[in-house]
């Protein structure tokens, strides 16, 4: 298996387009944020990894994402991945972050001890007021799910 992308997002529908082919559509992708109030602060930010199965694999896999700040490793999240085999899957990853001040956490995602995904999510000082609308539609599924290549 492997993964084709990993983001942080607000939210994501799953829909049917013509054809039967399957659609993604993913709201409030970030890479960095604004901490909500003072530090220390603590976050839930959700993660969407996409993964690809080939058909010759078995279909089941470890997820493994390992949130590292520096050399430290802040959180971790294990989880089993099940796509059938010639289709694309996605799981949900979240993981409680605390930011004492401005600063990055690298979320390093691999497959059964592969090479790593690094997605970055920097945090920066709380902003003097909320500008961004808050998001509309969507939300978790909640499982994994797969979709037609």
């Known amino acids: 298996m492997q993964i084709m992308s990993a983001l942080f ?27 909500p109030g003072p530090f220390p602060v603590t976050v839930n930010p959700h993660m969407l990894v996409l993964v690809r199965c080939p058909s010759t694999h078995s279909g089941l896999a470890a997820l493994e ?3 590292v700040r520096g050399d430290t490793q802040v959180a971790r ?26 600063s990055t956490i690298e979320a390093h995602c691999r497959i ?13 000082p709380p902003a003097d007021d909320d500008e961004s609308p808050a998001p509309t539609g969507g939300g978790w599924t909640g499982t994994p799910a797969e979709q037609a290549g």
């Open 112 to 124: 059964d001890q592969g090479d790593a995904v690094v997605v970055p999510l920097t945090m920066t």
């Open 65 to 67: 994402v390992r949130f």
């Open 9 to 35: 997002i607000e939210h994501f529908d799953m829909r049917e387009a013509a054809g039967g082919a399957a659609r993604i559509d993913l709201g409030g992708v970030h890479f960095s944020m604004a901490a």
């Open 77 to 102: 999240n294990v989880q089993p991945l099940s796509v059938e085999p010639g289709k694309f899957g996605y799981n949900l990853v979240q993981a409680d972050l605390t930011f004492d001040e401005p």
